[in-house]
């Protein structure tokens, strides 16, 4: 499997393209749009100049086609990674169905939609999965593999392999859930980060520190079990034993949900500019993608320590 | 003030010793148990080893006693962190309120009860406030000033003042409420972890994989908001946008909470104890306090760049 398709030239699709290339694999992009390709390769030019000395050679590896025949044609392995609608999965996964092969793995960085959902109807429906990044994919290794109930057992495990090999940190979710694991959990937080903000408890500048100068502190290394089970004398029986009653009061607190308020959206926008702005930096994406760089660096050398 | 008194020898009132005798302060450490100074004082000696080369001179700040009045004694700001119940946070504070003056700070390291809920009744309400640290305090910056209705608004500026001069991140929440910010945040994102293990779609190693390899590297250095606000094209408000459908799926299915099951906790105490030792560490907590200073040391360098 030396041959990766990369379905989609925005920033996600430009991001895995780079992951994979960096690994030393052929990479061809499609993009129905042919005037989107400048600025991924612009990207794709800017990211690989901060991550190798040998950002030429890998540049190699990359082409773009807005032809998807040709875009599959030897594909081992397609990371489709398009406008997230189910009409729009549905539509790009029918096409490719139509085009590809037995041995193809088809996997969509879908961050919410199960693979059911636009899957069922397709012949090659069993070499079907999710393989869910995080934004951005060449600096963060975490990606949810989540197989419908037809997909091959064998395609989540060579799609794992893969992941594994080009450096991620894929996890096998056990089976599906709109949002799988890591949305979830971030989408947990956010409602109540949404409604302490809504309800006038703390600024965004107050609620993001919460999370930036306490929370990440043990998140950065331990997950959230591995966490509590540090924070009570007889472990994570005796934290559940002595927490359990105050969870359960923030979950009831939460029972009568309302949608997040598209006024307090704007309020929170201008403070998050204001907190951007604070760090006089001319370009956040840049600025993030230097510590998310820097972040990866630390993690890799304290674990080999 | 340059007389701290600490109230409560466990490892919270230990590490805030740790930080304010570090910071250059005399720290009184009251206990009614008095067995318990030979462990505080170990716990203090081992981690001012791995803080500082003037350990030895630190140490001679920090002096025990099981008198209260003794330990209240010219104090200028008193950190209680006793065992959290309700009761207990009402007895010392009624004690403290009988042998003070006008002129000291009472502030408590109560994890989720608000201040007015054992300070109503005191003669000394005004000069009491929540400042809640994340464990352990001397190994991660953020802590949640949350005062009372009747805390006068220069005791919490005063204390806030504080606590960036011994080098901690102080935020101060806007109104009272049962687990503040930090825990609420953290018991969203739990009771949903607890529910996905429950339900049997991840293990915990893949639940806190997705939060210390996925989610934790953009939470490490920006918080909820400003990460959301670089995950959609046109910021904030394009993110509430395009999401705010699918994050109240995600509340609405969690609208009939149950509380945490200890039969999932036992197994999941299980599968945290089998990544503890697959690390082969004999001491968790040193581990756990290493990685804390690496990745404190990595944000101090990192935002200094």
Redesign the interface.
Known sequence: MDKITVIGSGLIGSSWAIAFANAGYRVHIYDRDESSFANSERYIRQELASLTSNADEVIQRITYTALLAEALEDAGYVQESIFETLEAKQDIFSAMDALVGEDVILASSSS?IPCSAFSEALGHRAQCLIAHP??PPH????V?MVPAPWTNASVTEKATLLMNDIGQ?P?????E???F??????????????W??QE???????????????????????????T????APG???DY??RF?????????S???????D?DA??N??A???A??SKMGLDD??TW?ND??R???Q?KSD?SN?
């Open positions: 919410s995080v934004n600096l963060i290794p975490l949810e940190t996890v096998v979710v056990n089976k859930i709109e949002g694991i890591l949305n979830r959990l971030q989408g947990a937080l956010l409602n109540e980060a949404w302490l903000y006038g408890y703390a600024s965004v500048e107050v609620i993001d520190k919460c999370v930036r100068d306490g929370l990440s502190h043990r998140w950065s290394f331990m997950g959230p079990f591995q509590i089970s540090h924070n472990g994570l029986v559940a034993e359990r009653g105050f969870n359960f009061e923030i979950a009831k939460r029972a009568n949900p309302t949608p997040w598209l959206a704007k929170a926008a403070e998050v500019e907190i951007e956040a994406v993030r510590m998310l820097s972040f990866k630390w304290s320590s």
